[in-house]
Nanobody
Framework: QLVESGGGLVQPGGSLRLSCVGS????????LSWHRQVPGKERELVAS????????TYADSVRGRFTISRDNTANTLFLQMSSLKPEDTAVYYC????????WGRGTQVTVSS
């Protein structure tokens, strides 16, 4: 199970930190990622991180503004989002990929003045 939190309404240029707590699987053995989706559009990969945090990847649209990290001792994934833009508005989902695939239910992020 994955449960996201931290979404909300923020003004353009602002920051938010999303969290995702995992349970029911060996968290440190899984790669993790954040995806986002806007109604009517395909789900987009935002960022991913390896089990040991040694490798991270970012979508071009968020590189330099978002930072993905994880705390395996707390079974928690993070996404620090800065310099937010209206086009970052979406439902953000965390996923775990490895022996199985898990998805959270998502948290809404709205960037608007």
């Amino acid at each position: 199970q994955l449960v996201e939190s931290g979404g909300g309404l923020v003004q353009p240029g602002g920051s938010l930190r999303l969290s995702c707590v995992g349970s029911g699987f060996t968290f440190s053995s899984y790669g993790l990622s954040w995806h986002r989706q806007v109604p009517g559009k395909e789900r987009e990969l935002v960022a991913s991180i390896s089990g040991s945090s040694s490798a991270t990847t970012y979508a071009d649209s968020v590189r330099g503004r978002f930072t993905i990290s994880r705390d395996n001792t707390a079974n928690t994934l993070f996404l620090q989002m800065s310099s937010l833009k209206p086009e970052d508005t979406a439902v953000y989902y965390c996923t775990a990929f490895g022996p199985a695939r898990y998805w959270g239910r998502g948290t809404q992020v709205t960037v608007s003045s």
